[in-house]
């Protein structure tokens, strides 16, 4: 298995949390939490996640995979108005620049309500197949399943570790449990395109000045009208992420100088595109993560250096 301590798609539950709270003034990023009747609301049941990292020479040095899938838990339910432990604007609030959110992360606890006390992990069989047009990924089933990346440990998890030539982006995949069931009937795991970084150059090391609000700049081939696709960028070092910023995939983030005393001087940082969908399975949620995202090194500067 290849084995990574930066995370960044867990952190994304944190950060959604803030739009449904009462400090979200702009409905134009809300994410799931502002739409009462959406699956994400249900109570957990586990998660299906594809994920890109590519390095400063723009290629794939690793792929992600992880499945998981639970029929009970306590708590039950995530409360989705809690805000994060920090979190402000990302961009000016207006018509053209929604409201985004950077959120501390370092406290290890991702989810909005923490561990769950207790959780009880189906058996959906031998595998959890994922298949798109000319692909084919089959992930095996562990007992337990011990996920260095996201450092957590499952019962039951389905892992396989592939070569990051072998996952075409841009697509739509389709999940199937061993057992037959088709997860994603009513809505697909999404895997974003490659995208081109304006600014900065994650090629080389990204001087940020720890005094001025520092943007990002991107283009990208995704749908327009996709509401569950977003833009992160995500700062930390050996010890993981630190700063986990998200906002509408408009092209442009403005990650605010507030932040950068919680990150350290220098260490890595991603950016990319994260797709997260949601389906209803026996009344319980599954969320569909797919990622597409570079990383690069960055170091903090002085206006004075």
């Known amino acids: 298995m290849k084995r990574t ?16 709270g009462e400090t979200q003034t702009d409905p134009g990023f809300c994410g799931h939490a502002c739409r009462p009747n959406d699956p994400i609301n249900l109570p957990e049941g586990g998660e299906v996640r594809l994920e890109i990292v590519r390095d400063k020479d723009g290629e794939g040095f690793e792929i992600r995979t992880h499945a998981y899938f639970v029929s009970d838990q306590t708590p039950d339910a995530r409360p989705w108005n809690r805000d994060p432990k920090f979190w402000q604007t990302t961009v000016e609030v207006s018509d053209e620049n929604p409201m985004g959110v950077c959120a501390d992360v370092s406290s290890k606890t991702l989810f909005p309500n923490g561990l769950p006390e207790s959780r009880t992990y189906a058996d959906v069989g031998e595998t959890v197949t994922l298949t798109t047009d000319g692909a084919e990924e089959v992930l095996a089933r562990f007992e337990p399943f011990d996920d260095n990346v996201f450092n957590n440990v499952h019962d039951i998890g389905y892992y396989k ?6 996952v075409p982006l841009d697509v739509e995949w389709d999940v199937e449990l061993g057992d037959g ?5 009513d809505e697909k795991l999404y895997m974003p395109p490659k995208y081109e970084m304006d600014f900065p150059n994650l090629k080389e090391t990204v001087l940020i000045n720890r005094n001025e609000d520092f943007p990002l700049t991107w283009t990208d081939d995704a749908p327009d009208d996709d509401p569950f696709l977003y833009g992160f960028t995500a700062f930390g070092d050996a010890l ?3 700063i986990f910023c998200i906002g509408p995939n408009t092209g442009v983030m403005v990650v605010p100088s507030e932040v950068f005393p919680a990150i350290p001087p220098a260490g890595w940082m991603q950016h990319g595109l ?10 319980r949620r599954v969320d569909l993560f797919g990622v597409s995202c570079d990383e690069g090194a960055y170091s903090l500067t002085d206006a004075s250096e």
Do not use: M
């Open 161 to 166: 570790d592939i070569d990051p030539d072998e």
């Open 181 to 185: 069931t088709l997860v994603t009937e």
């Open 274 to 283: 994260l797709s997260h969908r949601v389906v209803g399975i026996d009344g």
């Open 240 to 242: 993981g992420v630190r």
């Open 5 to 20: 301590v930066h995370s960044i798609a867990s952190a994304l539950l944190v950060t959604l949390a803030a739009c449904g």
